[in-house]
T-cell receptor, first 113, second 114 residues
Framework: QKEVEQNSGPLSVPEGAIASLNCTYSDRVSQSFFWYRQYSGKSPELIMSIYSNGDKEDGRFTAQLNKASQYVSLLIRDSQPSDSATYLCAVTNLTGTASKLTFGTGTRLQVTL | DTGVSQDPRHKITKRGQNVTFRCDPISEHNRLYWYRQTLGQGPEFLTYFQNEAQLEKSRLLSNRFSAERPKGSFSTLEIQRTEQGDSAMYLC????????????FGQGTRLTVV
């Protein structure tokens, strides 16, 4: 079982719609969760972080965390063509000094006109 | 520019040669990570440092790979006797202790082994 799993996509949504990206993780002691956006040929860019159960909103982005289900998601409202990218989910735990970020393979999002 | 800086941006080398990459982290960050990414995959963890101490190294990492962070500032990643399978994007990231606030990536070094 992979530590962090994402559907590779592509996920295609029309402009203006809500894009829903999902991620599951296997390590129950994971404590911090991040979403990164990566454009083709570029490095990952941090867009959201979430540490406690529930929702966290930042502009058009909402991150949702359910630790009991080991599930984290990212909602993008009013999707724009510029949102077309690969979205990477990353998790970390703070067991002792071990806190490397572990990434999923990413979900490719395509926003169509 | 106060972001993470990597050098060089691109490197083409012949199989069997040694290569070295440099990463300068965000100055306030004492944690530094190295990742490798190939097409269609997420970043694969290689190693990380807190200050000058190398805290973890991937068990999948060949002993041809070595990283240093003297004085807890910049870091170097060296690959000895490169192989075609080493061709990838090598990413450096930095963060506050414990990864708080997430890690911020540099622009990466794209390595091509011919």
């Amino acid at each position: 079982q992979k530590e962090v799993e994402q559907n590779s996509g592509p996920l295609s949504v029309p402009e203006g719609a809500i894009a829903s990206l999902n991620c599951t993780y296997s390590d129950r002691v994971s404590q911090s969760f991040f979403w990164y956006r990566q454009y083709s040929g570029k490095s990952p860019e941090l867009i959201m972080s979430i540490y406690s159960n529930g929702d966290k909103e930042d502009g058009r982005f909402t991150a949702q965390l359910n630790k009991a289900s080991q599930y984290v998601s990212l909602l993008i409202r009013d999707s724009q063509p510029s949102d077309s990218a690969t979205y990477l989910c990353a998790v970390t735990n703070l067991t002792g000094t071990a806190s490397k970020l572990t990434f999923g393979t990413g979900t490719r999002l395509q926003v169509t006109l | 520019d106060t972001g993470v800086s990597q050098d060089p941006r691109h490197k083409i080398t012949k199989r069997g040669q040694n290569v070295t990459f440099r990463c300068d982290p965000i100055s306030e960050h004492n944690r530094l990570y190295w990742y490798r990414q190939t097409l269609g995959q997420g970043p694969e963890f290689l190693t990380y440092f807190q200050n000058e101490a190398q805290l973890e190294k991937s068990r999948l990492l060949s002993n041809r790979f070595s990283a240093e962070r003297p004085k807890g500032s910049f870091s170097t990643l060296e690959i000895q006797r490169t192989e075609q399978g080493d061709s990838a994007m090598y990413l450096c990231a930095s963060s506050f202790p414990g990864g708080q606030g997430g890690a911020f990536f540099g622009q990466g070094t794209r390595l091509t082994v011919v």
